[in-house]
Structures are given as C-alpha cells and as structure tokens.
C-alpha cells in the first residue's frame, strides 16, 4: 500500500504539470522580483550600493527595516501628485480605449466570418512595428504641419482642446495632456479590442432575436442584452489597459509634458537621477498594492457571484 502511494507520488501528472508552470513563471519572474524590491525599499542607501537589512555579528543575526522611505512619500506631496495623476491619465485611457474598441469589436463579432480573420490582422498590425517607433511617429504626426495636427487647426479643434485644458494654447498639440493621451490610447486599444471580441463573438444571437421579437428597440437590447453579457470582456480590457497604463513611463516621457506628472517618470527619475534605490523601491512597492489590491478585492467579490 505503502509502496503504491508513493509511486502515484512520483509519477508525473500532467495537471499538476499545467497548473505548475504558470505557477513556477510567476514565482520565478513576479514574486521574487518583488521580494527583492520590497528588500531594498526597507534598507538605506550607502555611498555607491544599498545597505542589507540583515545583520549578523557576535553569533546574532538581527533585522533592520528602515520605514522612513515608506514616511517621506506621505510628507511630500509630489509623490501622492503623481500617484493621482497617473490614475486618471490610465482610467482616461482606459475609458477612450472602450469608446474606441467597443464598437470595432462589436463590428468584428457581427461580420462574415470570412472577413474576421482580416479585421483581427489590422488590430494587431501594429505590433508588427517597434513600440517605440509607434510613438515617435506620433510626435511626427502631432507636431505642426503633420498629417493630424493640419486637419485639428483646420477644423478648430484646437480651440476647443485648448478651452477643455488638455492643451495650452491653440496650435501646440505636442507635450501635452492631449498627446499623452492620444499616444496612449492608440498604443493600448488592441489590448481592449481582443477580450471585447472574444467576448462578444460568443454572444448568443437568439438573445437579441428573442428581445426584438418581444418589442425591444436595438438601442434597448444593446444597453440590456449585450453590453451585461459582454460585462467580462469589458473587464478583462480595462484591466489589460488600465494596469500597465499606470505605470507608463516611455510614452510620458516621449510625448507628454511638464504638466504631465506620472509616476513611471517619477521613479525614473529616483533610480537614476537621484540614485536614491531604496525610495524608488518603496515608490515601486505602493504602486503594485495600489494596482494588485483592487484585483484582488474583484476577483473575491466574482468568486463569490459565481459561488452557487
């Protein structure tokens, strides 16, 4: 019997085989990572490297976390600027990706299935080009004389951005608010493209037939009927663009301005301008509570919805 067991122990199994490798991935690549950036954020910063918190000396080994990187953050008030400022920029990103992407989605789930294997190359094309090159071209594009500021002057746009305090003054589109978001949108719109259509393609369509036979206009099923049972698409896209756009840090630097505080340049600027490791680390560490921990309270709260 004892024998038995443990060859049923050894051998392989291959759903422990699937469930461990993502398991052993994130461990590897997220959690340790993460554990030496929370050590660093409780250590202080010598001459040229950061300091241990463990200390060993007479046969005593003894722990000094040193809290006062976590104390400066809620003393200056730059830091909690930044921290709100790259909230709203990805919550703004996050609502123009959905106002964008929706509607394509739902236009790539209703065509001729013939047609979807192309629609979905044109989303991702992009990613056929360098990220960097993607963004750069913006500033090409955006600056004066470029193919989408020329038709922004022409029709007034301008102004009206100007008037709604995402640029300065007319006529100067780059390094502001409406750049910044502008590149954002369009780097992140196929990361909420894809789970809307995936989610979208699978909708019944009877349930929209049953609606319009029971007297339900199509501006009607679509608030009642497609946009609830398309609820986990809309999530999973605002999760995939929300998350990375907090802490953005290339597409700021590249196309945003001096009003554009967010806190990806922020710690940039703490690692390698100011060489201060440990209260980069603590930036660091706040920003992950700041995006793990309302994932977190959702994914408890849908377990809980989906618990019979």
């Known amino acids: 019997m004892t024998k038995t067991f443990a060859l049923k122990l050894l051998r392989p199994n291959g759903a422990h085989a699937v469930v461990g490798v993502p398991y052993a991935w994130l461990l590897l690549f997220f959690a340790l990572p993460f554990l030496i950036v929370l050590r660093i954020s409780f250590s202080e910063m010598e ?65 001729k299935p013939s047609h979807q294997p192309l629609l979905m190359m044109l989303v991702m094309l992009p990613f056929w080009t ?37 640029i300065e003054a007319p006529g100067l589109l780059m390094h502001t608010p409406f750049s910044l978001l502008v590149g954002m949108v369009y780097t992140y719109l196929p990361f909420m493209v894809l789970p ?74 703490e690692f390698f301008g100011n060489n201060d490791w440990p209260l980069a680390s603590a930036i660091a560490v706040l920003l992950c509570l700041l995006v793990l921990l309302p994932m977190a309270l959702y994914n408890r709260a849908q377990a809980e919805e989906a618990r019979p």
């Not at 990187?69 to 709203?88: K, M, T, V």
């Not at 963004?135 to 746009?157: E, Q």
């Not at 809309?234 to 953005?248: N, R, T, Y």
């Open 47 to 111: 001459a040229v490297r950061v300091g241990d918190i463990f200390n060993y000396s007479d046969g005593t080994l003894s722990l000094r976390l040193r809290v006062a990187n976590y104390l400066f953050l809620g003393q200056d008030d730059l830091y909690l600027r930044a921290y709100l400022s790259s909230l709203r920029y990805a919550a703004l990103t996050t609502i123009g990706c959905l106002a964008i992407g929706y509607p394509f989605a739902y236009f790539m789930a209703r065509s």
């Open 196 to 269: 809307l259509y995936a989610t979208l393609s699978k909708l019944d369509v009877r349930l929209l037939e049953a609606a319009a036979d029971l007297g339900a206009t199509p501006w009607s099923t679509f608030w009642r009927i497609t946009v609830p049972l398309s609820r986990r698409g809309i999530v999973a896209g605002a999760m995939l663009v929300f998350i990375p756009c907090v802490g953005e840090y290339v597409t700021p630097e590249l196309l945003g301005g001096p009003r554009t505080l967010m806190i990806g340049r922020v710690l940039w600027d």
């Open 130 to 166: 360098s990220f960097l090159l993607r963004v750069y071209a913006w500033k090409v594009l955006l600056s004066p004389g470029g193919w989408v500021a020329t038709p922004i002057h022409a029709l007034g746009l301008d102004r009206l951005l100007a008037a709604l305090g995402l």
